[in-house]
C-alpha cells in the first residue's frame, strides 16, 4: 500500500492537469498557435532552418536527457523523480528560448553593423540615378549576410507585389532593431514628404555612426561589470563540481539527502537572482 502511494499521487497530478487542460477547451489551439507563431518568428530571426514542432521535441529531448542524468547522479526516489521532470522541461525551455534569442541578437547585431554601410551605398546609388528598388538589388548583390538575405527578401515581396516600404516595415519587424526601424520610417516618410532621399540616408549613415561609438564606449565602461558576472555565476559550479569528483564522502550528503537538495534549490535561485540583477545593471537604453 505505501508503495503505491507515490503512484497515486502522480496519477492524480496528471488528472488535475488533464481537467485544466480540458477546462479552457476552445482556447487550448489559439493559444497553442499563437505560441507557434511566436517561435517561428524567434527561429526566423534565429536564422534557423528547423520548424517549431522540431524545435519543441529538441527542447523535449534535451529535457528528457536532463532529466536522467538527474536521476542517475541523484538516485532519488520514484515520486522526487516525477516531480523533478516538470522543472528539467522548465529549465530546457528556457534554456532553448535563451539559445534562440542569444542566436537572433547576434544577427541583428551583425545586420546593424552592415547598416551604415548600406545606407551609404544605397545613396551613392540614388546620387547616379538609379531608383530606391535598385539600390537595394545593388545591396544584395554587393553586401555579404545577414544583409543579402534580408535585402533578397525584400526584393522577392517587391516582385509579388507588396510595396517597398511595406516588406520594409516586415524587416523592421523581424529585425526588432532601432536602426532598421529609423531607415523603415525615413524611408516611408521621404515617400510620402517628398524630398532628397540620398541626403536622408547619408544622416541616418552617421546617425547610425555615432550610435555605434556610444556602445563601443558603453561596452568598454561594463566590460569589467560583465567578467565579474561571470566568475560569480561559474565560480559555484565549478567550486562544486570539484568537490564531487574530488570529495565523494563530502558531496554524499548534498546530493542525495533532503536538506542538500533543498540547499542546491536555493543555491540556484540565488544564482539566477545575482545574473539577472547584473544583466539589469549593466543595461542602458540609448
Not at 522540431?54 to 522526487?80: N, P, S
Not at 540547499?263 to 537604453?285: K, M, N, P, Q, Y
Request: glycine fraction near 8%; proline fraction near 3%.
Amino acid at each position: 500500500m505505501v508503495g503505491a502511494l507515490p503512484i497515486a499521487i502522480l496519477a492524480g497530478a496528471v488528472g488535475v492537469v488533464g481537467l485544466l487542460i480540458f477546462s479552457i477547451g476552445g482556447n487550448t489551439s489559439s493559444w497553442l498557435k499563437q505560441m507557434g507563431q511566436t517561435y517561428q518568428a524567434a527561429i526566423e530571426r534565429a536564422d534557423l532552418t528547423i520548424k517549431p514542432e522540431e524545435f519543441a521535441l529538441v527542447v523535449v529531448g534535451v529535457a528528457l536527457v536532463l532529466w536522467l542524468v538527474i536521476m542517475l547522479l541523484l538516485r532519488v526516489t520514484l515520486l522526487v523523480g516525477f516531480l523533478t521532470l516538470p522543472i528539467c522541461l522548465a529549465i530546457a525551455l528556457v534554456g532553448g528560448n535563451m539559445f534562440l534569442k542569444i542566436r537572433g541578437d547576434r544577427r541583428i547585431s551583425s545586420f546593424v553593423n552592415q547598416l551604415e554601410m548600406i545606407l551609404r551605398m544605397m545613396a551613392g546609388a540614388l546620387r547616379v540615378g538609379l531608383g530606391l528598388r535598385q539600390s537595394m538589388i545593388l545591396v544584395a548583390e554587393e553586401m555579404p549576410d545577414p544583409a543579402r538575405r534580408e535585402f533578397q527578401r525584400i526584393i522577392g515581396r517587391t516582385n509579388i507585389g507588396i510595396a517597398i516600404n511595406d516588406a520594409l516595415d516586415e524587416m523592421a519587424k523581424s529585425l526588432p532593431a532601432a536602426e532598421v526601424i529609423m531607415m523603415s520610417r525615413a524611408i516611408r516618410v521621404q515617400s510620402q514628404t517628398g524630398g532628397d532621399l540620398a541626403t536622408v540616408l547619408e544622416t541616418l549613415a552617421s546617425t547610425i555612426k555615432d550610435r555605434r561609438r556610444i556602445y563601443r564606449k558603453m561596452s568598454a565602461l561594463t566590460a569589467q561589470g560583465k567578467a565579474g558576472a561571470w566568475i560569480i555565476g561559474v565560480l559555484p559550479i565549478l567550486v562544486g563540481s570539484f568537490v564531487v569528483f574530488t570529495q565523494p564522502d563530502l558531496a554524499a550528503p548534498l546530493l542525495h539527502t533532503f536538506p542538500g537538495w533543498c540547499a542546491l534549490g536555493l543555491v540556484a535561485i540565488l544564482e539566477l537572482l545575482s545574473a539577472f540583477t547584473l544583466s539589469r545593471i549593466l543595461t542602458f537604453d540609448v
